[in-house]
Nanobody, 113 residues
Framework: VRLVESGGGLAQPGGSLRLSCAAS????????MQWHRHLPGHDREWIGT???????GYGDSVKGRFTIVRNNAENTVYLQMNALKSEDTGVYYC????????WGQGTQVTVSS
């Protein structure tokens, strides 16, 4: 099992970024896939989940701004981030559990003018 995030970088406040999580070793549509982030000075925070049945759920801090989608043909999960704020700056991770626990290496997102 391997998860590889990409797409991080620098964005301006109010801007957008799309993160990718390319999975290998399993089929993403059979599992719940999660995004988390680690903001400076804070514990790791759950952002949201896309369940195996396609339902999604989000944390309060990103609800209405972030969207998780998946492309089964590409075996990739995406995190579309809109209306970015400076407080969204941090490292973003893709995660799968049940069974086991698998994290990607993370991708840095910096929101700054």
């Amino acid at each position: 099992v391997r998860l590889v995030e990409s797409g991080g970088g620098l964005a301006q406040p109010g801007g957008s970024l799309r993160l990718s999580c390319a999975a290998s070793g399993f089929v993403i549509s059979a599992y719940d896939m999660q995004w988390h982030r680690h903001l400076p000075g804070h514990d790791r925070e759950w952002i949201g989940t896309i369940h195996s049945d396609g339902r999604t759920g989000y944390g309060d801090s990103v609800k209405g701004r972030f969207t998780i989608v998946r492309n089964n043909a590409e075996n990739t999960v995406y995190l579309q981030m809109n209306a970015l704020k400076s407080e969204d700056t941090g490292v973003y991770y893709c995660y799968r559990n049940s069974p086991g626990e698998y994290w990607g290496q993370g991708t840095q997102v910096t929101v700054s003018s």
